[in-house]
């Protein structure tokens, strides 16, 4: 199994991570309701044309700078990059009937249902020319994980971990000002929760699988990417 965040634990405290614990159950039962009306599920995913897509999921916790590095392998490596977090923003945004749940989720640093958030993605995948797509901040949870599979119908290529410690991250959100409504002590200690409850266990998943490629997420901007452009550059002949 991967190695547990032990720094999160002192961000962790035991009354609040039995509701966090609850919400599986919560997300789950939506899914069912979902699962007799998905046409994609009949159809057997979306359809890329004739392309063969190559997806990279991004993980890492709040502030593990998933988004900083992913514009810098839009620039390097030429991806389409569809932040799930940003599309749920958006969504907000645009007031859309999902908005104002959206916004409650958010503000609690809870999950919002997977159907949504992959109708978001899957919009976006379709309507993009490019067939590389970088999915930051998704799969979130186990659910969004196997929903995905079912939805879109296809796997990720390859998997990107941000590996950061809870006190670098917890500095680093508080400190980056983008007005976020999640940007404070209270939510980010529940998105540290859920982080640790329903994001690690995807983590184990494509580390079991083979997929995983951690990423010590300390240092520069530059001496992260390091890391990260090998990774890439071995799958040259998927991604040109
Ligand atoms: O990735 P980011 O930090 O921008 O996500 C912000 C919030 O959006 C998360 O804390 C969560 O509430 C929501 N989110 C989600 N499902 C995802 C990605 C983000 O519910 N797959
Ligand atoms: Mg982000």
Known sequence: MWRRVSSLTQFVSPTKSSSILNQPAYTLKIWESFTTQLPNLEKGGISFKDRIPFITFVLGGPGSGKGTQCEKIVETFGFKHLSAG????????????????????????????????IKLIQKEMESSDNKKFLIDGFPRCEENR???????????????????PAEEMVKRV???????????????????????????????Y?????????????GTEDEIFEQVWPVFAACKQLIQ
């Open 174 to 204: 508080l400190n980056r000002n983008q007005g976020r409504v999640d940007d404070n002590m209270d939510t980010i200690k529940k998105r540290l929760e859920v982080f640790e409850e329903l994001n690690l266990p995807v983590v184990n």
């Open 86 to 117: 940003d599309l749920l923003r958006q969504e907000i945004a645009s007031e859309s009937e999902y908005g104002s749940m959206i916004l409650n989720t958010i503000k609690d640093g809870r999950i919002v249902p997977s159907e949504v958030t």
């Open 206 to 218: 494509y580390a079991e699988k083979g997929k995983l490629h951690k990423i010590c997420a300390l």
């Open 146 to 164: 196997v929903a995905f599979e079912q939805i879109i119908g296809a796997e990720p290529n390859i998997v990107l971990f941000f590996d950061c």
